[in-house]
Structure formats: C-alpha cells, structure tokens
C-alpha cells in the first residue's frame, strides 16, 4: 500500500520561503512523477508542479518563477519550496502521485497541508 | 483561473441519477489527453474516481462512470446515495498552458 506523508511549516510571512516535504511508503519510487497541488481555503485544485527520480521538472507556468522541486532518492521523499510567498499563497498544499498505469491520474495523494500567510 | 469548466452545484434525491460536465477546449479535452475525475470530502485529500476518461480503480462503485466527446468530458452517478454528497472536480492537461489543470469544481447535494 503506498502512503505519503508531508510535512512542513504551516505559518508564513510575506516574503517569507514556503517548504514542504513528502515521503513516500510503499511501491516504486522510480517509476512515477510526483506532484504538489494546491487549494486556496474554499477554492478549487492547482497543479504547482512535479518531478521524477532523476529530478526532471515541469512547473505551472505561472508559478514558475517562484518554484522549486527537489528529490532525494535515497530517503523517497521530494520537496517544494515557494518564495516570496504572499497571502494569494495561502491553501492545503497536497503532495500526490501520477502513475502511468492510471493514465497519469493522481492515484495516491498526501494528506495535505495548511499554510498560512499573514504578517 | 480554471481552463476547465464545471457546474457550481447538482442535487439529487437519493436512488436519483446526476451528471456533472466538464467544459474544456481544443488544447485539452479535445486533444488525445485523458480527463479524469476526483471526489473530494470536506477537509480530506481528493480520491481518484475515474481515470482514463471512463476506468474506474479498484474499489469505487460502478454507480460512478465517465464519458468524454470532442471538448467536453462527464461524470455520471446513478442511485445516488448520502454518501455521494462531496466536491467533485474534472482533470486534463492543457498544451496551451503546458500544464494539468483542474475544473472548477461541482458540490453534489443529496436532497
């Protein structure tokens, strides 16, 4: 049964760097991209972006300046960090994964986490 | 700002059988990328519903079925039951955005 747990710091100030990470148990690490999602407080979802194993990247273009994705392949676990992080940033931010088999659905999700910016 | 277009709300009385569409565009739905579809419980992580357009995973009913035509995608349920009452939300990629996107949502109402 695969399981991801994040974690991270869940108030902010403005300007202040978002970081979040996830650790995967159970399954392959190496055969699936992983991904943070978004959700503003009452809002819809947010694709942020998503790395493989070998830390190949793809970001939502409109965040992209302000993103970054790591992973560390022999702890399975993957990170973001957000800059410059506004109060527009505040939402549960979601850790997920897609996978081939599920024609790159997100078919395992984190259980998400709050983050707060407010000065 | 969603690409992916879905009603706010749908109601249904319980046995009832509701449909919610997911309106998208040429540079997603309506290329050969796959929809899927996610219900989402107040304060839990979405689950994936359907997948592949029309597969559902192990473990979900099969009151629960999508479709997809052209630039359009739908998820149906049927005997709708209490515990159907979530958020509901369609899933793509854009080639425009170079990106997933996510439909705006749909909170399903069992009367």
């Known amino acids: 049964q695969v399981q991801l747990q994040q974690w991270g710091a869940g108030l902010l100030k403005p300007s202040e760097t978002l970081s979040l990470s996830c650790a995967v148990y159970?399954?392959?690490?190496?055969?699936?991209?992983w991904n943070w999602i978004r959700q503003p407080p009452g809002k819809g979802l947010e694709w942020i972006g998503e790395?493989?194993?070998?830390?190949?990247?793809n970001y939502n273009p409109s965040l992209k300046s302000r993103v970054t994705i790591s992973v560390d392949t022999s702890k399975n676990q993957f990170s973001l960090k957000l800059s410059s992080v506004t109060a527009a940033d505040t939402a549960v931010y979601y850790c997920?994964?897609?996978?081939?088999?599920?024609?790159?659905?997100?078919?395992?999700w984190g259980q998400g986490t709050l983050v707060t910016v407010s000065s | 700002q969603s690409v992916l277009t879905q009603p706010p709300s749908v109601s249904g009385a319980p046995g009832q059988r509701v449909t919610i569409s997911c309106s998208g565009s040429s540079s997603n739905i309506g290329t050969y990328y796959n929809v899927h579809w996610y219900q989402q419980r107040p304060g839990t992580a979405p689950k994936l519903l359907i997948y592949g357009n029309s597969k559902r995973p192990s473990g979900v009913p099969d009151r629960f079925s999508g479709s997809k035509s052209g630039t359009s995608a739908s998820l149906a349920i049927t005997g709708l039951q209490a515990e159907d009452e979530a958020d509901y939300y369609c899933?793509?990629?854009?080639?425009?955005?170079?990106?997933?996107?996510f439909g705006t949502g749909t909170k399903v109402t069992v009367l």
């Open positions: 997920a994964r897609w996978d081939v088999d599920t024609s790159m659905a997100y078919d395992y």
């Open positions: 899933q793509s990629y854009d080639n425009s955005l170079s990106g997933y996107v």
């Open positions: 790395i493989n194993h070998s830390g190949s990247t």
């Open positions: 159970g399954g392959s690490f190496s055969g699936h991209y």
